[in-house]
């Protein structure tokens, strides 16, 4: 997304797994996000859940978007996954602090 209101990264350091996360962001709400995702199965499926998700929330609804909405969403991952799919939130949760450290710039 070239137009990326907030960017955000997470990197798994046990597995490698990394997410980058971008939004953007229209009054407060999450207009758009998009993703690009290295890493396992588990992985690219939480970045693409955390991405539907967070679309259409508020700025604090999207910030609340943690690993166990996730899972669920997924309707579920194995239990050695559920790490890989912590990164997507994160990397979330670090683009719209990116995104609100350019509304105070």
Avoid: H
Wanted: with cysteine; charged share 20%.
């Amino acid at each position: 997304m070239d137009d990326a209101d907030g960017r955000g990264e997470a990197i798994n350091t046990a597995c490698s797994d990394q997410v980058t996360m971008m939004v953007r962001i229209v009054n407060g709400v999450v207009e758009d996000a998009r993703f690009q995702t290295q890493g396992c199965a588990a992985a690219i499926a939480a970045a693409g859940a955390t991405t539907l998700l967070v679309m259409g929330k508020t700025v604090e609804e999207a910030l609340n978007i943690d690993v166990d909405q996730v899972v669920e969403y997924l309707e579920g991952l194995p239990e050695a996954k559920i790490g890989c799919s912590v990164i997507a939130p994160l990397a979330l949760q670090r683009a719209i602090g990116d995104w609100k450290s350019r509304q105070s710039g």
